[in-house]
């Protein structure tokens, strides 16, 4: 597991399936190899449906990129950095540290402690107001 949340998630899933699973145990094999498989079953779920979920998030950020992006590079820097205060905290900050700092996911999420998925969302949802916000404006002056 990438992260150590993630572990003890899994890990404590596997408790509960070995003692879901205790009368079903047979005297075959050791029975710290039985604890690895359950064990290592789960992770590969875990790791499965992660990256079920990454991929969708994935889709979805690479679908609506290319449109924010269009609009985003319509915006002088001023009107980026007065609508700034209409974003929540979260975004602002990984808005902040992308845009205009230039770091990475991967360095946002060490930096905030949080996953790099979340900074992308995050990013996306910061990028997402100014868009809505951008596209008012406009309508409002034409």
């Not at 770091?103 to 107001?129: D, G, V």
């Amino acid at each position: 597991m990438n992260h150590r949340h993630n572990a003890e998630e899994v890990l404590q899933d596997s408790w509960i399936d070995i003692f879901n699973s205790l009368e079903r145990y047979e005297d075959q094999g050791k029975f710290e190899g039985w604890l690895k498989t359950i064990v290592i079953r789960r992770a590969w779920k875990a790791i499965k449906k992660r990256k079920y979920v990454e991929e969708l998030n994935d889709e979805f950020i690479k679908t609506t990129a290319n449109m924010e992006k269009q609009i985003m590079d319509q915006m002088t820097c001023t009107e980026i950095l007065n609508e700034l205060e209409i974003i929540p905290n979260g975004a602002r900050e990984v808005f902040k540290m992308a845009v205009i700092d230039g770091f990475n996911h991967q360095e946002i999420s060490e930096i905030l402690e949080i996953s790099p998925s979340t900074s992308r969302a995050h990013l996306s949802r910061a990028r997402k107001i100014l868009q809505k916000k951008y596209s008012k404006q406009i309508k409002i002056s034409s």
